[in-house]
């Protein structure tokens, strides 16, 4: 009878070294993370993400979700460019109510240092508003986005974006077609850097 030689299994985890990730300047590098690998080469374009309690601290925002890429690591840390935001569907699904009309804005915009990122705003109104009204509050919210961000630099568009301080200005803006209860933007992505 042939003796069956069993291959000695090789463990990985032990040749894999532990990476902290930390979050762009633009949030004050704060550490989001660790991740593990056995190469740093396999850990560019990996993604992260992080809530916006984590980074800021603050309970009332938790229901934002960062996204960022790693992009570089130098020893055994690994830091991360930004790739867009989400906010959850529950939150999104809270402000809703019977009797009132929801308005997305979908908008692809340009900023100022050449970056291309795809900008999805909901506008929920305070009643039920017409086909004909929500097609113009729509056309408002693109008009707005697209100016905000070509006089912003891409930074400057993220916090402004985070902060809530650009949501603010369209929804000051497009309530002077409809009364409004609220603007959000609910979700970012980057779609290219400059060249």
Known sequence: MAKVRRRRVR????EKKWYTVTAPSLFGEKEIGVTP?????LLSTRRVEATMRELTGDFSRQYVKLKFEIENVTGDKATTK???HEVTTDY???MIRRGTSRVDAPKIVKTKDGYKVKVHTLAITTRRAKSSQQRYMRKIIEDKIEEL???KTFNELVEGIVTEKIASEIYHEAKKVYPLKRVEIIKTKVLGEPA
């Open 92 to 94: 999104v699904r809270s």
């Open 11 to 14: 463990d990985t985890w032990k």
């Open 37 to 41: 690998a056995r190469d740093p080469k």
């Open 149 to 151: 961000a070509s006089e």
């Open 82 to 84: 930004f790739i867009g």
